[in-house]
């Protein structure tokens, strides 16, 4: 390909709208251009680095035992209202868009494909003897993200490769989860990425273990906690760790003390001298339930401690058996327009009465009570008194009437000790979500009455695993992982081309034919190559050419007269001066040898 008819179009300047190193080089560099907010044009170059991806996620997804299949986008609700997840996904923070047809139908755009596969091999697969089955597909996701953002990473509209398997036994599922793991080490790797499998929470798609696939980059919206001997890792959102000792507040008599506009933890530890772990903080907050009905929450947690939404979310909707849709801190505009009295906030404890709720126009009026064990194991602590600037002192829960219900509902974080060795600190890196593999279990094969003949003879449901990689987030991964400060140094295997020839001055007429020739042996040798042959100056091509990163440039300049190129190497600018036999030889050899 000539790059005069790439519709090469690159950016001196960073555009305003890319915060990250990898959406800004895509941009600059002609790879993608934005259309709307998280909805993005693949311009032909980036078009060329995806099909890479996907001959790759293909081939690993074949060699795994996977059938490649193209499911329908547009996704009736009626199945998704029988799996239970319709109002999840399309109320609250849904992120489904979903339409009406013509007839008034309703129908949702497919953000993932469980209930459709479900059906599908329900109806086809009949016997045991036809499990297992591992079915694929690489097509455009859509889901109204909340906050689209990144580029490529974070958008509305993206490329992911999704697979589902079917088992007549869970000891089966479990073997195809553990090769789907391997393959998809192999894939991250085969893709030139560093990418680490970490414990997953499993989110709205359910089930039971999971585990993501995170390139380490310090722009990750993921927080991974990593013990220094590797032996545990996981997101932070299901991290579990041992909280720091708190330290002990000195028994005295219980009393109230005054706190005057020391509301929040860091006020109460300066003006009163105390330590965050002596104090119980309670958060008022407000459940979503997926039955539409809105649950206030008292949460106890220690004063050092953080709440971990997805935690809380989990443990709320075991506690209520009813899927939880979203969660919010409870303001005072938000108690005005319930119709309820002004609360105490900054000053709540855990006992706050059920009578705040009187009155509510939607809310429930009881409130549900969780306890962190942090909070919960504290034998005498300083706790909001329920009246503004008034705190309590060396309280206990036996004076609070009981304590809440306990869960892990506490953050993780950078210095806790890990659970597996106490002697193992947690490390804190960032990490970009790259793959997600689940073993779903029989969630949605039971909730759509999806079933195969068993040995016995016998109706049962099938087991289920399914296993996403979001090909276009990985694309730009890939560029955060690997650039510099001239621009993109793509990994071989998914550049876009191999090598590029660059013609300093195509006036210059011995430039021009050895250019042409060495294109045209490159191509013959089957290398994928793009000849710079703009009439532009040679310092502007240079520049391009590093910004869009291909791995190896040639450049034919001055010394092609006698017959001599420069042979150059994008990721470490190592340069060669080589005859253009030479260079053509060097080149077949090099990247053979590096297409695994
Ligand atoms: P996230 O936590 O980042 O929102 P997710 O856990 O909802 O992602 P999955 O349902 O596990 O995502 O989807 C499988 C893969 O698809 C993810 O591992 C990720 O690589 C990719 N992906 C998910 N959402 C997006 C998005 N909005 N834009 C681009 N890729 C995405
Ligand atoms: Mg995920």
Same mark, same amino acid.
């Given at each position: ?61 074949? #060699?795994?035992? $996977? ?22 996904? #399309? ?8 339409? /009406? ?8 755009? $497919? ?7 479900? /059906? ?207 969660? &919010? ?12 009295? &002004? ?21 429930? &009026? ?6 962190? +064990? ?21 309280? &206990? ?38 793959? +997600? ?44 992982? +690997? ?85 150059? /190497? ?27």
């Amino acid at each position: 390909m000539r790059v005069s008819r790439l519709m090469l179009v690159t950016l001196r300047d960073v555009p305003a709208e890319a915060e990250i190193t990898s959406h800004q080089l895509l941009v600059r560099g002609g790879y993608i251009r934005r259309v709307s907010a998280g909805i993005y044009a693949y311009m032909p170059l980036m078009w060329r680095v995806l099909n890479k991806i996907t001959k790759i996620v293909q081939q690993e997804m074949d #060699t795994a035992g $996977g059938l490649q299949t193209l499911l329908p986008q547009l996704q009736p609700a009626d199945l998704w209202e029988r799996s239970g997840r319709w109002k999840a996904y #399309t109320e609250g923070e849904g992120i489904m868009f979903h339409l /009406k047809d013509r007839q008034g139908r309703e129908l949702g755009l $497919g953000p993932t494909h469980e209930e459709i596969i479900t /059906k599908l091999v329900g109806e086809t697969i009949s016997s045991y003897r036809q499990l297992p089955i591992n079915l694929y597909q690489i097509q455009t996701k859509f889901r109204d993200e909340i906050r689209p953002r990144f580029g490529l990473m974070r958008s509305r509209e993206f490329i992911m490769k999704d697979a589902y398997s079917f088992h007549a036994n869970e000891a089966d599922l479990k073997a195809t989860y553990n090769k789907m793991k391997v393959a998809y080490q192999q894939i991250f790797s085969k893709c030139g990425l560093i990418a680490v499998a970490v414990d997953a929470d499993s989110g709205a798609i359910g089930g039971a273990a999971s585990q993501e696939f995170m390139v380490t980059a310090d722009s990750g919206e993921d927080l991974i906690l990593t013990s220094a001997d590797g032996k545990y890792s996981a997101n932070q959102e299901k991290a579990v760790s041992k909280a720091a000792e708190p330290l002990l507040l000195k028994g005295d008599e219980p009393s109230v003390i005054n706190t005057p506009g020391q509301k929040s933890v860091e006020e109460l530890c300066s003006k009163q001298l105390l330590n965050p772990s002596q104090i119980v903080k309670v958060l008022a907050m407000l459940a979503l339930i997926e039955d539409g009905k809105e649950q206030p929450l008292l949460i106890s947690i220690r004063g050092d401690q953080e709440l971990n939404e997805v935690k809380l979310i989990n443990a709320l909707t075991n506690q209520i058996g009813k899927l939880v849709i979203g969660i &919010n801190s409870i303001t005072q505009d938000q108690l005005h327009s319930q119709g309820l009295r &002004n609360w105490p906030l900054g000053s709540l404890g855990p006992d706050l009465e059920d009578s705040y709720l009187n009155g509510a126009s939607s809310w429930n &009026n009881e409130f549900l009570r969780l306890s962190d +064990h942090t909070a919960a194991e504290l034998n005498c602590f300083v706790c909001g008194a329920n009246e503004i600037d008034k705190h309590r002192n060396h309280m &206990n829960w036996s004076l609070l009437g009981g304590v809440p219900r306990k869960f892990d509902l506490r953050k993780a974080k950078d210095g806790d000790f890990s659970l597996h060795n106490p002697n193992q600190k947690l490390q804190e890196t960032r990490g970009i979500e790259v793959g +997600h593999i689940f073993q779903l279990g029989r969630k949605y094969s039971k909730a759509l009455e999806s079933s195969f003949t068993n040995e016995a003879g016998k109706p049962e449901p099938f087991w289920m695993g399914c296993y996403g990689i979001g090909i276009s987030r990985m694309a730009q991964a890939a560029v955060e992982q +690997h650039h510099d400060e001239a621009g993109i140094c793509w990994p071989i295997a998914i550049a876009p081309f191999q090598v590029i020839v660059v013609i300093a001055n195509i006036k210059d007429a011995s430039q021009k034919v050895l250019g042409e020739k060495l294109y045209q042996a490159l191509q013959t040798n089957s290398i994928e190559v793009l000849l710079d042959d703009r009439p532009e100056r040679a310092g502007v091509k240079f520049k391009d050419a590093d910004l869009i990163g291909i791995p190896w440039r040639v450049v034919v300049g001055r010394d092609a007269e006698s017959g001599k190129v420069e042979l150059i /190497k994008r990721s470490n600018k190592e340069v060669q001066l080589l005859s253009s036999e030479e260079a053509i030889e060097a080149l077949i050899r090099k990247i053979s040898a590096s297409i695994k």
